[in-house]
């Protein structure tokens, strides 16, 4: 590869204002555990449109941003044994095996561009080890690109975190990619109920379709009082909020039989306080944090990959809008209006 590098970005210069497409420049060469990447697809999630937003702090402006995408390698950097030339690979924001390296040096007119570990916003991107997986090669690249997150988020609190199973009652609160990812790993169980609540009919739709045995839109109808009436009073085995509100986390819980489980999945705002009945909690009605399905990329990737191969997912259904590089800003528009889906860029 020759440096320096000149490609487009897409990068955040001020909260609030759609991000500026312009050239970056990697001067090159690569350090220990750096791999170049070429783009092929990336997805966007909720932490970038919150970054763009400012609901979530931005401390690195000018910023790249974007942590789930596909791309194929093109170069690595000296002691990289993970990955070589030509390999497609999926990037993640979540650690797996390799070299943590140092962050990228970006300019735009001389003037740093601040990286992470992964950006995926980028034509080409400068990424760690320990930040990508390889894939093999016929894999869809589209899909590929939503395992660098809500993939794994939503697929892995199911199978890796709560190991939802046959016997289990399962409410998924909340149906935009992450909630319909968890409706697609639950299904695979077959659990005894699998009851899907999003105030979205589209969702709601969406979510029939991969499985859920029922459906319920609390802007029609009281949520919790249905959930209550299905199952005798009891509430459900395990509750899956993938929504970040207060008042619905609280509902979720109230949702969660005793024993039974509760897992906060969609981020809430930071020091918000949430009101639990103690007694419950201390009859097991446990409520449990989950951040990225707690998965390990380097098994779980290979493993949804299966479950895809299979068809017991059918993750190719999630993708409502592929959006070329250069418009990213309509995508990320389409994002905050349609949120039972995934929009990819493609490059
Ligand atoms: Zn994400």
Same mark, same amino acid.
């Given at each position: 590869?020759?440096?320096?590098?000149?490609?487009?970005?897409?990068?955040?210069?001020?909260?609030?204002?759609?991000?500026? *497409?312009?050239?970056?420049?990697? =001067?090159?060469?690569?350090? $220990?555990?750096?791999? !170049?990447?070429?783009? &092929?697809? @990336? /997805? %966007?999630?909720?932490?970038?449109?919150?970054?763009?937003?400012?609901?979530?702090?931005?401390?690195?402006?000018?910023?790249?941003?974007?942590?789930?995408?596909?791309?194929?390698?093109?170069? *690595?950097?000296?002691?990289?044994? =993970?990955?070589?030339?030509? $390999?497609?690979?999926? !990037?993640?924001?979540? &650690?797996? @095996? /390799? %070299?943590?390296?140092?962050?990228?040096?970006?300019?735009?007119?001389?003037?740093?561009?601040?990286?992470?570990?992964?950006?995926?916003?980028?034509?080409?991107?400068?990424?760690?080890?320990?930040?990508?997986?390889?894939?093999?090669?016929?894999?869809?690249?589209?899909?590929?690109? !939503?395992?660098?997150?809500?993939?794994?988020?939503?697929?892995?609190?199911?199978?890796?975190?709560?190991?939802?199973?046959?016997?289990?009652?399962?409410?998924?609160?909340?149906?935009?990619?992450?909630?319909?990812?968890?409706?697609?790993?639950?299904?695979?169980?077959?659990?005894?109920?699998?009851?899907?609540?999003?105030?979205?009919?589209?969702?709601?739709?969406?979510?029939?379709?991969?499985?859920?045995?029922?459906?319920?839109?609390?802007?029609?109808?009281?949520?919790?009082?249905?959930?209550?009436?299905?199952?005798?009073?009891?509430?459900?085995?395990?509750?899956?909020?993938?929504?970040?509100?207060?008042?619905?986390?609280?509902?979720?819980?109230?949702?969660?039989?005793?024993?039974?489980?509760?897992?906060?999945?969609?981020?809430?705002?930071?020091?918000?306080?949430?009101?639990?009945?103690?007694?419950?909690?201390?009859?097991?009605?446990?409520?449990?944090?989950?951040?990225?399905?707690?998965?390990?990329?380097?098994?779980?990737?290979?493993?949804?990959?299966?479950?895809?191969?299979?068809?017991?997912?059918?993750?190719?259904?999630?993708?409502?809008?592929?959006?070329?590089?250069?418009?990213?800003?309509?995508?990320?528009?389409?994002?905050?209006?349609?949120?039972?889906?995934?929009?990819?860029?493609?490059?």
């Amino acid at each position: 590869m020759n440096y320096p590098l000149v490609f487009k970005a897409a990068i955040l210069t001020e909260i609030g204002k759609p991000l500026v *497409i312009d050239n970056i420049e990697f =001067k090159g060469p690569l350090l $220990d555990g750096q791999i !170049l990447v070429k783009m &092929k697809y @990336s /997805g %966007i999630c909720g932490k970038q449109t919150d970054e763009i937003d400012g609901k979530a702090p931005d401390a690195f402006i000018p910023h790249l941003l974007g942590h789930e995408g596909s791309a194929e390698v093109m170069d *690595i950097g000296s002691k990289v044994t =993970k990955t070589k030339k030509g $390999d497609l690979v999926v !990037l993640h924001w979540r &650690k797996g @095996s /390799g %070299i943590q390296s140092e962050t990228p040096l970006y300019y735009r007119n001389r003037i740093r561009v601040n990286s992470g570990w992964v950006t995926t916003f980028n034509e080409y991107a400068v990424v760690s080890e320990n930040r990508l997986t390889v894939i093999p090669q016929k894999s869809d690249p589209i899909v590929a690109a !939503l395992f660098g997150c809500v993939v794994t988020t939503g697929v892995g609190v199911i199978l890796n975190e709560a190991k939802v199973e046959s016997d289990d009652t399962v409410v998924i609160y909340g149906c935009g990619g992450i909630g319909l990812c968890a409706v697609q790993a639950a299904n695979s169980k077959k659990p005894k109920k699998l009851i899907a609540i999003d105030v979205n009919e589209k969702a709601l739709d969406m979510a029939k379709e991969f499985g859920a045995t029922d459906i319920i839109n609390p802007g029609k109808e009281d949520a919790l009082k249905r959930v209550l009436e299905m199952t005798e009073g009891k509430g459900v085995s395990k509750v899956f909020v993938c929504v970040g509100i207060i008042k619905v986390l609280e509902e979720g819980v109230e949702m969660t039989s005793i024993p039974g489980e509760c897992y906060i999945v969609g981020v809430p705002p930071k020091g918000a306080q949430m009101k639990v009945e103690a007694h419950a909690v201390m009859h097991e009605r446990n409520i449990i944090g989950t951040l990225g399905g707690g998965t390990y990329p380097d098994e779980a990737i290979p493993e949804y990959f299966k479950l895809q191969n299979e068809g017991k997912l059918r993750l190719e259904k999630l993708v409502s809008y592929v959006g070329d590089f250069e418009n990213i800003n309509d995508a990320i528009e389409k994002m905050r209006g349609d949120v039972s889906g995934r929009c990819v860029v493609k490059f």
